[in-house]
């Protein structure tokens, strides 16, 4: 019988799943992992820092809907990727972490690289788990990866020890599960899909939230129909955004503050009610906001807000159960004035924004910045956003067409996700054009990675250079006084001859009619490259946008 190690049946288990990409770095003890990508034709893609690994897999999530997959060396590799992991974790995405550790064997004894990973995983995890014998190692992915993707879905972990890595054991004695997950898609009760949708119908100003879960759901066309059908004006949180099309005349992302603290009525489709959503309370809402919670996690429902109405189910599943409704009930509605005054809270802050957009400035405005990026970019391209003020900007200025074409940091604010998430983004997608813009601080995380891009994927990534920690220095400024400025600033630094030092394509821009020329050289070299953009480092969403928009 033909023997096999722990390791390769990995990489075997792993191919069977359907993975042909894995991020990590080699180290010991995954080197019969590393080896086994060669036998099972697996993709190694080589970062220079584990955390940038772990972003990378999550990525991928992020950008094809399905789990991706990490590799870590024992020790200070694994707990080097914590970072990501939470970041994962935070945003509830399915990826699966894999850390190597050190022996069975020595546990306890103080062994090369020995420290308790597994119980600094556990808690930024969904499930985690230690893998006893090799033999079961396609068992465990198995069982890691129906924790990933159902319920609600988030990161899993398997702790593979060295001493399980190496063993050697008969093939055929390996059971490679087949069939251990179900596609049924939850629904509604039926009672509580019509008690929504009469509520909705008795509505004034209703608002649709469209939440991370219609992604997760892979719910976009079902939510489209649904939103075109009923005449429902909605918002989107950043995963949520490109379910439906950000030009459509239903989005009214430009007036959320607006549509948030003014709607009588609001359905949240698979949107948690965090941070990013206000937790549902005043003043960020009416305080007699009716809330109408769907969501495949139950514990969801109620969370920081009573709810009118509570739907446990899949978002596909549950918007296909309120699609009569919205036919032959809220099509018939009439809207006409609540849309109006949405239209024109939305062209109130667009034409606030009007000169910033147009500003001949130099150093140039993050506005101007964002709508060259905006106005350059194919319709379906992929876009990662990182920093803080820069993420502001980039989010108001730059739109989404396509579901899963927007990244940025998410619930957790971890910064450092752009360049590694938009790295794993060509690498799904590389017939599309994928830009990284991060501010200059946010860069500093991960900024090596700029030499993965060179030898796996040729993104362009675009710093927002204002040399210092913009949105500290603002706070601080405001805070404590423009004297009171400390430990927020950067060294003036040109970023893209570091991308040239790697050998991709780098160039610096000072001027906002030089941005458009450069981004078209950028991305006609066909190499990795790095844009440069010294922008005012006075400039503040805080004065550029209505506060809270």
């Known amino acids: ?89 935070s945003n509830a995405s399915p990826v699966l972490y894999i850390g190597g550790s050190s022996r069975m064997a020595m546990d306890e004894m103080g062994g090369f690289q020995e420290i308790d990973q597994f119980e600094v995983m556990r808690p930024i995890t969904k499930w985690a788990h230690i893998v006893p014998d090799a033999r079961r190692i396609p068992e465990f992915i198995s069982i890691a990866l129906r924790h990933a993707n159902t319920g609600r879905p988030g990161p899993v972990y398997l702790d593979i020890p060295g001493d399980i890595l190496s063993q050697q054991v008969d093939e055929e004695s390996v059971w490679y599960p087949t069939c251990s997950r179900s596609a049924a898609r939850p629904l509604g009760d039926p009672a509580q899909v019509s008690r929504a949708i009469d509520l909705l119908s008795k509505a004034e100003r209703p608002l649709v939230i469209i939440g991370s879960g219609v992604w997760w759901s892979q719910a976009a066309e ?11 004006p909605f918002v989107a949180t950043p995963m949520g955004r490109g379910a439906v099309p950000d030009d459509s005349p239903q989005c009214f992302g430009s007036a959320r503050s607006f549509a948030l603290k003014n709607a009588d009525t609001i ?39 009573d709810m009118a109405v509570g739907i446990v189910g899949d978002i596909k599943a549950v918007v296909g159960q309120l699609m009569p409704g919205a036919e032959e009930v809220l099509s018939k509605k009439a809207w006409g004035e609540w849309h109006g005054r949405l239209r024109e809270a939305a062209g109130a802050n667009d034409e606030r924004m009007e000169p910033l957009r147009r500003s001949n400035q130099a150093p140039v405005h993050p506005i101007r910045l964002c709508t060259e990026i905006a106005e350059f970019l194919d319709r379906d391209a992929i876009v990662a956003v990182d920093g803080g003020e820069i993420l502001d900007f980039g989010r108001m200025s730059i739109p989404t067409y396509y579901p899963g074409h927007r990244i940025n940091c998410g619930t957790f604010g971890c910064l450092g996700v752009g360049v590694p998430m ?61 004297d009171r400025v400390i430990d927020t600033r950067i060294s003036p630094s040109r970023y893209d001859l570091m991308m ?44 550029a946008f209505r506060e809270g928009d």
């Open 422 to 482: 938009a790295i794993a983004a060509k690498i799904a997608f590389p017939n599309k054009q994928v830009l990284c813009l991060t501010g200059d601080g946010a860069f500093g995380f991960n900024g090596m990675e700029l030499e993965t891009a060179v030898r796996h994927a040729p993104t362009v990534t675009v710093v927002a250079n204002d040399s210092q920690w913009g949105q500290c220095v603002h706070i601080q400024q405001r805070s404590y006084g423009t």
């Open 222 to 232: 079902e939510v489209g129909r649904f939103i075109e059908a009923s005449g429902l």
């Open 267 to 305: 359905l949240v489709l698979g949107g948690r009610l965090n941070w990013i959503l206000g937790f549902g309370r005043p003043p960020r809402y009416a305080p007699d906001v009716r809330m109408i919670q769907v969501d495949i996690e139950p514990s969801e429902l109620g969370h920081n807000k």
């Open 1 to 89: 019988m033909a023997k096999m190690d722990g390791g390769h049946l990995v990489t075997r288990a792993l191919k069977r799943e359907g993975f042909d990409v894995l991020f990590g770095i080699s180290g010991g003890p995954i080197f019969q992992i590393v080896d086994g990508c060669l036998d099972d034709d697996i993709r190694l893609v080589h970062v220079r820092h584990e955390q940038a690994a772990a972003m990378m897999a999550h990525g991928w999530a992020r950008v094809t809907g399905k789990p991706g997959v990490a590799a870590f060396a024992s020790g200070p590799g694994t707990i080097n990727a914590a970072t990501g992991v939470a970041n994962a974790h």
């Open 500 to 543: 040239k030092a790697f050998g991709g394509h780098g160039e610096h821009v000072e001027r906002p009619e030089d941005i458009r020329p450069a981004l078209e050289r950028a991305f006609a070299s066909g190499k990795a490259a790095c844009i440069d953009v010294a922008i005012d480092p006075e400039a503040s969403p805080r004065t």
